[in-house]
Structures are given as C-alpha cells and as structure tokens.
C-alpha cells in the first residue's frame, strides 16, 4: 500500500485576479488610472506616427535637398577651369545655397566611417551615398549648429560647412511640447473635476460609517453628481427611520415595563399584608424574577439609546467595571495600556462589558482582561476559566433569550440577552464581539471596535 503524500501541485493564479491586485483600491486612483492610461496610450501611438511618417519624411526629404547641393557643388567646383569660376561657385553656395565650401589640394580623405547612434546623421548619410559618387565624411559632433561634411575627390579634399537648421526641423520639439503640455492640462482639469465628484462620495462613506458608529450626523449639503445625492438623501432619510424605529421600541418596553410594574407592586404590597408561608415566598421570588426580566427588557430596548459619543479613555472605564466586580469576585486580572482612547458612548459600553466581564465571573472562577491595540481597530479580549460554550453554539448565545441548558442553564441567573446586548452596543459602535476557545481553558469574549 503507497502511503507517500500526493505531489505538490502548483496553482497557477489568474491573470485577472493578479491585475486585480495591482490596481488602486480608492475611486480617486482608479479614476486617475482611467484617466491618465487613456491619455498615455493616446500619446504614445501620436509621437510613433508623428515619427513613423512626418519627422523621418521631413529630415529624409531635407537631408536629400543639402546631399544634392554638395553634389551640385562638388560637381561644379570639378569643372571649374580658373580661380574665377571658382570663387564664383563659392560665392553661390553661400549666398543661394546657404553652404560654406573651402578645398584642400592634395589632402586625403582617411578614417571614413558612416556608423552612428544619431539619427539625423544616418539620414544625412544615405542621402549623400545616393548623390555623391565620391567618398565622404560627416562630422556633427565639430559643432551643434554647424554639419562638416568632407567629400575626397582625386584632387584633394572638399569641405562643406553646412547650418544644421537645413536638416533639422523644430515640429519635433513643438509637436512633443504640445502633446505633453495639452495632456497634461486636459488630465489636470478632469483630475479636478473627478475630485470633486468624489468629494460627495467620501463625505457620504463617512456619514454612513458614523452612522453605523452611532454618532450624530446633521443633515449635510447634498451636492456631487445626480446619483450621489439620491444616496445621500436616501441614507439621511434611513438614519431618521432608524432613530425613530428605536425611539419607538424604547418607548413601547418602557410602556410596557411601566404598565406591568403597576400589578406587580399592588401584588408585593397585597403579599406583604399576608402571613408568612412557603407559598407566600414562591410568589415573592415569582414577582422578583418578573421584575428582574422587566428591567433586562427594557435595557435590551435602550441598547441603542441615543446618548452622545464623547472621548472615552478604556482604562479608567474597565477600571471602574471591575472596582465594581470585585466586591464579589477578587479573581480578575486587567492589563490595559495608557492611551487607549475611543470615541464611543460611554455607559452603553460600560454595559457590553460589564455584561461580558459578569459572565465570565459568573461561570469560572477567574478572568483575565486584555487590550490589544492594532492599526485600524482596539481589541478587548476577556478570558475566563470556566466550562466555556460549544464552538457550533457560539453563535446561536447571541440571539435575543436563549439560554444554554447544560453548562450555562438558567439555575445561574439572566434571562438570555446579556450576550444580544454585548453584540447590539458593540456592533452600534461598527465593532462586534466574538467568542472563541480561551487559553484559559474556558471561553474568550473579543470585543474589536474600529478607531
């Protein structure tokens, strides 16, 4: 039997997802991406045809025009039979030709060699090779303005001295200076543009995640492109729903709560005139339990109250909760860092904690308390010892009044909201809370809040 493990096998990754990766994750930088590769690509295929035609047909054609003037002169200056004639084919060359033309008897045209980087020269060369039939040499390194063209004739050596202007033509700078200058305005004024489109788009995500926070967001100036500020009053209008949703539940558990208190008290009050007996105690403690499942109620309703966010330094808040926990248990242990500020709403956290550090007292025998501070977010971890929760009903602690039959059964007190509250305060700051297996042996609470 082949027990040996199956080969490694080499995943390749689509091209798609790894280009996905490259590209920016903001609307800015995408919208500069869509922007500027357009322009780049638009630019790139103008210089190569600009090049490709225009600039190399231009120089080839004036390249031709000065190798045929040198021919010509060349040609005429052999023919010439006095110094008259001669001087008078310089003369010609200077004033209609634009050249300067001297000779040198008896000197020999060495080191001739046509193998150059410079375009201009390359051109240059092959118009002279097409209408000279005598070796030649040119030299555009003597000076930037001046071309040195050397023709090696039997009698001697000419040289002319030509202006690089005859050759070169100015377009190439003008036409690049144009393109890069136009790209770069047309880019600078759609990169305004699209910024200020994405103005409203940013200050509505940040009026939805301070919504999700629980933080109070005024009413705004709706502005940005048609869509936008459909989103934005549509988000407006919810959060309105929402404050009046909660109003709405709190007022209706507070109702409630108020109405059925009522009965209640007439009843102690009716008990108490009565004489002490065994079913006597089982009403009284029948009256505290429904008591007792009023006020969690109605904490459960008020668990997204509407009290201000203010600066909360995390240390002394957790320092406070368990001041308060040990009177009854002294087995908790909390280490917190200085400078653990979170903008959030003080007693509605101060009752996720507390309901979480009293669970966790509740069912073990010690605790420890821990904060964690990351990039984006703070961690406060709770650790217990006690008989913890089964993974696959981790999730299930979370719903509004269920109670764990075996390790945390009712006998132990609550009535089933004390993790929904946890989770509604935490997740009304944009956080959550977690439970996991804890080193502990017990279970682990982690509430992450974002900064």
């Known amino acids: ?160 001295l030509s202006p690089e202007r005859r050759i070169y033509t100015p377009t190439t700078e003008v036409f690049i200076a144009w393109m890069t200058g136009s790209s770069i305005l047309l880019s600078a004024i759609a990169l305004l543009f699209m910024r200020n489109q994405i103005r409203p788009i940013r200050r509505l995500a940040e009026a939805a995640e301070a919504i999700g926070k629980g933080r109070e967001v005024p009413w705004f100036k709706l502005e940005g492109a048609a869509e936008v500020r459909q989103a934005a009053a549509a988000l407006m209008v919810m959060r309105d729903r929402l404050k009046r949703q909660i109003t709405q539940r709190t007022a209706m558990l507070a109702g409630v709560s108020h109405d059925l208190r009522t009965p209640l008290t007439r009843m102690r009050l009716q008990l108490a005139m009565m004489a002490a007996s065994q079913d006597k105690q089982e009403l009284l403690d029948d009256i505290a339990e429904m008591e007792v499942m009023l006020e969690a109620y109605l904490a459960f309703a008020r668990g997204e109250e509407a009290e201000p966010a203010m600066v909360v330094d995390l240390k002394e808040l957790l320092e406070e909760i368990i001041t308060s926990v040990r009177r009854h248990n002294e087995n908790i242990q909390l280490n917190v860092p200085q ?89 009304f700051h944009g956080g959550d809370v977690i439970l996991e297996s804890s080193p502990l042996g017990g279970l682990r609470a982690r509430i992450w809040l974002p900064v």
Not at 47 to 57: K, S
Not at 344 to 363: D, E, P, T, V
Not at 364 to 372: F, L, R, T
Request: proline share 5%; net charge positive.
């Open 339 to 427: 400078g653990a500020m979170l903008t959030l709403r003080r007693n509605a956290m101060k009752r996720c904690l507390s309901n979480l550090i009293g669970n966790a007292l509740r069912y073990g025998k010690s605790a420890v308390v821990n904060i964690a501070v990351r990039d984006h977010a703070i961690d406060i971890v709770i650790d217990d010892d006690g008989p913890g929760i089964d993974p696959s009903k981790r999730e299930e602690v979370f719903r509004p009044f269920t109670r764990l039959e075996q390790s945390r059964n009712s006998t132990t007190g609550g009535v089933g909201l004390g993790l929904t509250i946890a989770r509604d305060i935490a997740r």
């Open 1 to 160: 039997m082949n027990n040996s493990s199956p080969p490694f096998v080499h995943r390749k990754i689509p091209f798609a997802l790894r280009f996905k990766h490259l590209l920016p994750r903001s609307l800015f930088g995408r919208t500069l991406l869509i922007i500027v590769v357009p322009t780049l690509i638009t630019l790139s295929a103008a210089t190569y045809v600009f090049f490709d035609r225009h600039w190399y047909t231009v120089t080839n054609r004036l390249s031709y025009a000065v190798a045929g003037d040198v021919a010509v002169i060349v040609d005429l200056m052999q023919s010439s039979q006095n110094s008259a004639s001669v001087v008078a084919v310089k003369e010609l060359a200077r004033q209609k030709m634009d050249l300067t033309l001297s000779f040198s008897p008896g000197d020999v045209l060495s080191d001739i060699s046509h193998e150059t980087h410079n375009p201009y020269e390359h051109i240059l060369w092959h118009a002279l090779n097409d209408r000279l039939s005598y070796p030649f040499d040119i030299d555009m390194r003597h000076n930037q303005e001046i071309i040195v063209i050397r023709v090696g004739t039997p009698e001697g050596v000419y040289t002319v």
